[in-house]
């Protein structure tokens, strides 16, 4: 079995996650509606949507490429962002990467690429899976600070941990077998 995303896999994570309530669950569509196209959910007043994310996995199946657009929900006029992330077959993140955008605000910002341990630039690495996110989690932060700016707005500054929870989700939902 090649390396890749399971979209059930990631369905039942989510469905596991208290900081969000999906709107729909159960073990045939795993939280997918639109025809399996998307996963709506909330966390207080806030909506959200996550798109079912696109694989890209690598030659010899060696890593693969996990991107998925997130939605929050604003009457038509979704504010969102792009998550990437690079896993290996083990599913631990070599590198992670977002951008977010805020229709509402007009703005936008990313966040720099942050990779899995080396020696090479320690700004930019963490050694573990754990500093990796929280890296990824500080830096998105400040993107979305940009993206908001100036003004606030505690549904986009949710975006940040909405998007470490899908992360997270697809860290868990990546599979291989030799």
């Not at 989690?137 to 707005?153: P, W």
């Amino acid at each position: 079995m090649p390396i890749a995303f399971d979209k059930d896999a990631f369905g039942t994570a989510m469905n596991g996650q208290s900081a969000i309530s999906l709107d729909a669950y159960n073990t045939t569509d795993f939280g997918w509606n639109g025809g399996g196209n998307n996963m709506e959910y909330s966390h207080g007043d806030w909506d959200y949507r996550t798109w079912l994310p696109d694989q890209s996995p690598s030659l010899q199946d060696a890593i693969i490429l996990v991107s998925c657009k997130i939605d929050q929900d604003r009457s038509g006029k979704d504010d969102h962002l792009v998550l990437l992330g690079f896993f290996n077959r083990s599913g631990n993140i070599l590198a992670v990467q977002a951008g977010v955008e805020s229709i509402k605000h007009n703005s936008g910002g990313n966040t720099g690429v942050i990779y899995a341990s080396s020696d090479y630039d320690s700004s930019m690495y963490a050694s573990s899976d754990a500093q990796v996110i929280s890296a990824f989690e500080s830096q998105l932060m400040h993107a979305i600070a940009d993206a908001r700016n100036g003004k606030s707005d505690a549904g986009l500054d949710f975006m940040a941990n909405i998007a470490v929870i899908n992360l997270r989700c697809i860290q868990d939902s990546i599979t291989y077998a030799a």
